[in-house]
Nanobody
Framework: QVQMVESGGGLVQAGGSARLSCAAS????????MAWFRQAPGKEREFVGA???????YYADSVKGRFTISRDNAKNTMYLQMNSLAPEDTAVYYC???????????????WGQGTQVTVSS
């Protein structure tokens, strides 16, 4: 049974940083495309970034240069380091996994339950 659990969300001041974790079980983060998505109230779930099994990284333009994805294969965990946070980064952040890289949410196979990140101005 596949389980993906996000943690690390919370309330952050604008300009601050936060680090999210996605601990996986039943699926190897090294073998799948691991991605982060986010969904703000009233908006569609949007792609934030992803790491392929090869280690190649991809980011949405809106977070490029501020967010960094990493992966610890030994811990079977993916991370999202978020710096220079802004109020528009406020959303529920989800990790997801699938075979093969795509940038749209509905085609991901496995999902975590999400963790709220709120950035105050």
């Amino acid at each position: 049974q596949v389980q993906m659990v996000e943690s690390g969300g919370g309330l952050v001041q604008a300009g601050g940083s936060a680090r999210l974790s996605c601990a996986a079980s039943g699926v190897s983060v090294a073998d799948y495309v691991m991605a982060w998505f986010r969904q703000a109230p009233g908006k569609e779930r949007e792609f934030v970034g992803a790491v392929r099994s090869s280690g190649s990284l991809y980011y949405a333009d809106s977070v490029k240069g501020r967010f960094t994805i990493s992966r610890d294969n030994a811990k079977n965990t993916m991370y999202l380091q978020m710096n220079s946070l802004a109020p528009e980064d406020t959303a529920v952040y989800y990790c997801a996994a699938r075979r093969g890289l795509i940038f749209t949410a509905p085609n991901y196979t496995y999902w975590g339950q999400g963790t709220q990140v709120t950035v105050s101005s």
